[in-house]
């Protein structure tokens, strides 16, 4: 049986010089934050995660310049200024989140890596269980646009 070929990598983090506090600058996953709280989490922090993760339209946006390229220009000037660190050595990372739900307290782990792709048919890689058109089309400008 065939299997994914999973490595290390250079992860990047928050200089802890520039942000000493995280919970000033983490977000939930950005399709569940409303514009309200895109504004009270953009106005919390200047290096606040979601004015990469969630850039604001703007009048105007056209092809050449618009949410996704704003984005990935504030991303390369994060990385100028030394906002974000890379790790020395290639890692996994692993983490976990603890949270309630009604009531019931849980914990979600993750783990990333580098991961080879591979079709789908292949049955190496398996799709997400529920995924929406109009959401992936989103992550991948603002990803095309950030390479």
């Known amino acids: 049986m065939p ?19 995280l919970s000033q600058v983490v977000t939930p996953p950005y399709d569940v934050i409303s514009p309200k709280q895109r504004e009270e ?10 004015h990469l993760i969630l850039p604001s339209p703007r ?4 092809p050449l310049e618009n949410r996704y390229t704003r984005a990935a220009a504030l991303f390369r000037e994060w990385l100028r200024e030394g906002v974000f660190l890379r790790d020395s050595t290639p890692a996994y990372y ?15 782990r993750g783990l990333a890596a ?24 989103d992550r991948l400008e603002l990803f095309k646009s950030c390479q």
């Open 41 to 50: 989490l953009a106005t919390l922090h200047p290096y606040n995660m979601v």
């Open 3 to 21: 299997v994914a070929h999973v490595a290390p990598f250079r992860g990047l983090y928050y200089n802890p010089a520039k942000v000493p506090d």
């Open 94 to 108: 692993y983490w976990e989140t603890r949270f309630e739900l009604n009531g019931r307290p849980l914990t979600r």
């Open 59 to 62: 009048p105007g946006d056209n």
């Open 114 to 137: 580098v991961v080879r792709l591979e079709p789908f048919s292949k049955g190496i890689i398996l799709p997400h269980e529920q995924t929406f058109s109009k959401i992936k089309a």
